[in-house]
């Protein structure tokens, strides 16, 4: 596996609402730790459009939650510190399950990502809610370009 690779999604997505309750049963995915900024709220802390009807539905289905975050936001897991296990460890202890039946989805190659496939669970990329973002992911957008670019090129 080449650099490149390790950061490559198993799956990608417009948004997570895209993720549906079929996909993850193909996948035999059974639990989600989810980023939040730019992947359930923009910049500007406003939730995306119809994203608590599909938690909803997640929830009437089955499919476990746990919120995965490098911020202090009061989720189930903060300061996760991603890519590093550490925080991907905490997740699968509110989970319960195993790491093979876990996704994570997110919008970062570098954090949500690299820590999914370091750790065994299944990585599910989403585009950005937003364009705007905080310094430090403005900074690493133009690496995770040339990797998707990458990535799309190889489908």
């Not at 049963?25 to 730790?33: D, E």
């Not at 790491?99 to 997110?106: A, D, M």
Request: hydrophobic share 40%.
């Amino acid at each position: 596996m080449d650099f490149y690779t390790k950061m490559y999604p198993k799956a990608y997505f417009n948004n997570i609402k895209d993720v549906s309750i079929e996909f993850l049963q193909s996948h035999n995915i059974k639990g989600l730790l989810i980023d939040v900024d730019n992947t359930l709220i923009d910049y500007n802390k406003n939730i995306l459009f119809g994203v608590k009807e599909w938690i909803d539905n997640m929830d009437k289905e089955g499919i476990k939650l746990c919120i995965l975050s490098n911020t202090n936001n009061k989720s189930k897991v903060d300061f996760a510190m991603k890519p590093l296990k550490f925080g991907f460890k905490k997740g699968v202890n509110k989970l319960k399950l195993p790491n093979k039946n876990i996704g994570v989805i997110g919008d970062q190659l570098l954090t949500d990502v690299l820590g999914a496939n370091r750790t065994g669970m299944y990585s599910i990329l989403v585009k950005p809610i937003n364009e705007k973002d905080i310094l430090i992911t403005r900074i690493k957008r133009p690496f995770e370009k040339k990797i998707m670019d990458k990535y799309l090129n190889k489908k």
